[in-house]
């Protein structure tokens, strides 16, 4: 474990912060060049390749710490959905685990809400995985992982579907029914313009849902033995293709740590 630099104010404290650092698939180009050809009266052309902002130094990433292993990755889709996004941008970063249940000094003090993921960009602390998302968006730009505006929302319902019937204690209360409908409508939805959200290449709505459906599995699974229907084939198919990905299983939390995340809701 070696020790965090971090803002001035958090010195003191910076042999307490647990710390990974992770680099994307050295494989993968990290420095690309843009090349942009005037025409007379027209937009710059850009013949693909790019040159963007390039982190040389790792990003900063406050991360829930597994609850079953110490000096792990915990659970949390939200965070997921940022180290996706960093890994598909093939950019470099550091984990800062924190025990959401014992919340450190240093980390209330950068994090108001208490809450992860949390990424320092340009000096600053930024929470909230819609607003890191577009922030990392903007600042690097390459390779664009925006979701069109009329797609981005698709989808969107199953989580708080899944909550409700992961919750449920009457098996007869809708909630089921309410989850099963809008998978289906997912899926039919693939069918249409899949293999992604956006067709054929992964977007921003992939790389937030797809740890939500991690999550479902797993926990639905657990606390009620359910899974997708087999019928469902286009989000099964969506389900497999992204949870197989190096970057998915590089950021995904461990099994065991999602079902004592949701212990407390199904529970409490
Ligand atoms: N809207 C936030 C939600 C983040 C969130 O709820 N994070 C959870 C962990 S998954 C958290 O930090 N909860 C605080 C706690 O457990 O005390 C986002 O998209 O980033």
Redesign the pocket.
């Known amino acids: 474990m070696s020790t965090a630099k971090i803002t001035p104010s958090a010195t003191a404290i910076s042999a307490t912060i647990k710390h990974l650092s992770l680099r994307p698939n050295p494989n993968r180009t990290l420095f690309t060049t843009r090349i942009s050809v005037p025409g007379i009266g027209r937009r710059p052309r850009n013949l693909g390749v790019a040159v963007s902002a390039k982190a040389t130094e790792p990003l900063e990433v406050c991360v ?1 710490e597994s609850v079953t292993t110490p000096n792990k990755l915990g ?5 997921q959905r940022i180290l996706l996004t960093l890994e598909e941008k093939h950019l470099p970063y550091d984990l800062k685990l924190v025990d ?1 249940r014992n ?1 450190p000094e240093w980390f209330l003090n950068i994090s108001p809400e ?4 949390l990424l320092k960009l340009d000096e600053k602390w930024i ?4 607003v ?1 998302t577009q922030a990392l968006e903007e600042k690097f730009p390459e390779p664009p992982l925006a979701t069109p505006p009329e797609k981005a929302t698709v989808g969107s319902k199953i989580f708080s579907t899944f909550i409700g019937f992961l919750k449920s204690k009457d098996s007869n209360d809708g909630t089921e029914q309410a989850l099963h409908s809008e998978l289906t409508a997912f899926n039919n939805y693939l069918q249409e313009n899949g293999p992604f959200i956006n067709g054929k290449a992964i977007s921003a709505a992939d790389l937030s849902l797809a740890p939500k459906l991690y999550h479902l599995e797993i926990a639905l699974g657990h606390y009620k033995k359910w899974s997708v229907p087999d019928s469902l084939t286009y989000l099964k198919s969506y389900m497999k293709t992204i949870f197989s990905m190096d970057s998915f299983i590089k950021t995904r939390a461990q099994p065991e740590d999602v079902i004592e ?1 949701w212990r407390p809701k199904v529970e409490g």
Not at 127 to 130: L, R, V, W
Request: with cysteine; aromatic share 6%.
């Open positions: 829930k659970d949390c889709p939200f965070t959401l919340k208490g809450k992860v993921p929470p909230d995985s819609d890191i995340g």
